[in-house]
């Protein structure tokens, strides 16, 4: 019976703890899918800002000054001036002909004479008949001959209107307004197409020109209604002709027959203009309405993203792009953070060139951008956050810039660099250990291994290995070739570190004798030399560490304390490679000569006997053997 009732008690027990498993799992899940997104949430984030304060304006604006010259070099779909378009200038030749502007309104109803033979559909003027002036009412015979002339209308800075003449505007057949401002870099990339309730002069002409299919209707209640100008080429590929050519004459009738003409000033100096195809020389005004006539004729107004789509288009970017790169190497992420940018300016000209549709560019490639820093940033804090439990914060760096070197390549590979090598352990260790339950054994080594272990790291050290109570520490390892003024500062970072040590131990013995425990001798063998740096283990398993004979060596020095029981206060054995770089600094005694491997004569050893007066401290830097066999000149003192 007893097995029979647990059954279900075991039973739920199971479920709940699947049922936990699985909570647990998609508990995991999410934070892994949170942790891959944020760098993209917190780039989309900044870029909206950005976006909302104005500041990827200027860029923008560079952006799409670039999208109208690749389209115009051939890479997009390239376009021309309507056919339906023509220009009449008041160039530099009419002005040296005709005497400076403004000009007696005689001179227009020539003009107007001269195009009754093949007459235009509609003729624009983008000048300003204000004021009274010699030949009105001969001008304004003309215009009222010719049926199909618009006049110019505008405002001043104070708003008030700029109308022409009551005896002109009554016999022209409408007016245009010809108002716009120009964007904050001085490039006019918008027109209004009604102001005020007028149309613009382009919208009017259409209207007098019979082509109202392509008319905009107006919004209730607007005051300014603009549009985006889609400049479709050069201006100088604009049919253009010369005022006195006209008037004169000289050009075909049938070239400004049934054309929108616009009349207006081109000379230099005079309603000066600039568009992103046009803006180192600039051009005139006039040239903006034809513009507007173009883009209405054609049905190709620039048709900028909405404000609601960019702010999708900017998270989406950020998002998607953190989620692929937090699934990639540095190499990867730096190759897609090479290559989305390109992508997106692909897609920006595609849309550009054939659907008239104006996609951001500086918004979108900051966010990946952003996003890009993000990633390499949490993968950066991911790892330091992960080795320093294993190595110290210094090796941590070195691995994620060597990592970030090698373009994110499992084997990084080994570096040979000049360092200084110390290996101390606690003399009798075994014995002491044999006699104190393991649990006691820990309570007693970690303290001790704690404070060795800040002396050493104090001192810009880091510490490789623990090998049971012993330890290994490198001093002055980079990653890379050090000179010599580095390489004693390192070894005088390893005998300082001792000093501090033997200060703490004794400190660390006062604790362990009121508390009854086993006070602690230690032996330190130091080492300077060549050793190779890099990851040792296998993929599932790495360690970056040292190695080489410089290693072993300090090793044997250690283990050499057991012999040298006099003139050896701090236990501390060093090479004489090592003497040559601290000898200035430290009292320090020959003990015997060692024959060390790869070497004909032998290596004297020294016992560091404690530090000189500052009286006697010699030069910064010293001549090296080492520094000479490995080519490193110390400069001279």
């Not at 104005?54 to 604006?61: A, F, K, R, V």
């Not at 390109?342 to 104006?358: D, K």
């Not at 040979?416 to 393991?438: K, V, Y």
């Not at 004569?601 to 006997?609: A, D």
Request: positive net charge; glycine residues 8%.
């Amino acid at each position: 019976m007893s097995v029979l009732g647990a059954s279900p008690v075991i039973f739920v027990h199971r479920q709940t703890a699947v049922i936990v498993k699985r909570w647990i799992s998609r508990f995991q899940c999410w934070v892994a899918v949170t942790q891959a997104v944020f760098p993209g949430v917190a780039a989309a984030a900044i870029s909206l800002g950005i976006w909302q304060l104005g500041g990827w304006q200027p860029l923008e604006q560079i952006g799409s000054n670039y999208l109208f010259k690749i389209r115009q070099s051939g890479m997009g779909s390239a376009q021309q001036w309507d056919d339906s378009i023509a220009l009449i200038a008041i160039d530099n030749v009419s002005l040296q002909k005709y005497g400076s502007f403004p000009w007696p309104r005689y001179r227009y109803a020539q003009l107007l004479q001269a195009l009754k033979a093949s007459p235009p559909a509609a003729i624009g003027f983008d000048v300003l008949f204000v004021d009274r002036g010699k030949g009105d009412a001969e001008f304004a015979k003309a215009i009222a001959a010719s049926h199909n002339v618009v006049l110019a209308t505008a405002w001043d800075e104070q708003g008030n209107p700029l109308e022409p003449l009551p005896q002109l505007q009554k016999a022209g057949a409408t007016v245009g307004q010809i108002w716009h401002n120009p964007d904050p870099d001085g490039i006019s990339r918008r027109t209004a197409v009604f102001a005020k309730d007028v149309p613009g002069l382009g919208v009017t002409m259409l209207q007098v020109g019979n082509r109202g299919q392509h008319i905009p209707q107006p919004i209730p209640g607007k005051q300014k209604q603009s549009v985006w100008l889609n400049w479709p080429h050069d201006a100088k590929a604009l049919p253009t002709y010369s005022f006195t050519d006209v008037v004169e004459g000289k050009v075909p009738p049938e070239a400004l027959a049934d054309k929108l003409v616009l009349v207006g000033v081109t000379a230099t100096g005079i309603d000066v203009l600039r568009s992103p195809l046009n803006q180192t020389p600039p051009i005139s005004g006039v040239y903006l309405h034809a513009a507007l006539l173009d883009n209405l004729l054609q049905s190709r107004l620039l048709q900028p993203l909405a404000e609601e789509l960019i702010w999708v288009v900017l998270v989406v970017l950020g998002v998607g792009s953190s989620w692929v790169l937090s699934h990639q190497k540095i190499g990867g992420r730096l190759a897609i953070a090479v290559l989305s940018p390109a992508i997106w300016m692909s897609i920006a000209v595609a849309a550009f060139s054939y659907y008239q549709l104006w996609l951001p560019i500086a918004a979108p490639i900051g966010t990946l951008l952003l996003t890009w820093g993000g990633v390499q940033l949490q993968e950066k804090q991911k790892l330091m956050s992960l080795f320093e439990k294993y190595v110290a914060p210094k090796i941590a760096r070195l691995i994620w810039q060597q990592q970030t070197k090698s373009w994110g390549d499992e084997e990084i590979p080994p570096q040979q660099t000049i360092a200084t090598i110390l290996f101390m352990d606690i003399r009798g260790f075994t014995n002491i250990s044999e006699a104190m339950m393991p649990v006691e054994v820990f309570e007693w080594l970690n303290p001790y291994l704690e404070s060795m272990t800040n002396c050493i790291m104090d001192r810009g050290g880091v510490v490789d290995k623990y090998i049971g109570d012993a330890i290994m520490a490198v001093f002055g390892i980079s990653g890379e070739m050090l000179t010599p003024k580095a390489i004693r500062e390192g070894a005088l970072n390893a005998i300082a570190a001792c000093m501090d040590m033997h200060r703490s131990l004794g400190v660390l013995n006062q604790r362990f004798e009121q508390e009854g425990k086993p006070l602690i001798k230690v032996g330190i063998g130091i080492h300077t030399g060549l050793v190779m740096a890099g990851n040792l283990g296998s993929k599932r398993r790495l360690n970056y560490s040292v190695v080489g004979d410089t290693v072993n060596v300090a090793a044997r020095l250690e283990s050499m304390n057991k012999e040298v029981k006099d003139n050896n206060p701090y236990h501390l054995l060093i090479s004489s490679t090592t003497y040559d770089y601290v000898g200035d600094r430290y009292v320090a005694k020959p003990i015997k000569s060692l024959q060390l491997r790869g070497r004909k004569q032998k290596t004297l050893i020294y016992s560091i006997l404690g530090e000189k007066p500052q009286t006697q401290t010699q030069q910064d830097l010293i001549s090296s053997p080492l520094a000479s066999a490995l080519y490193l000149t110390p400069p001279r003192p």
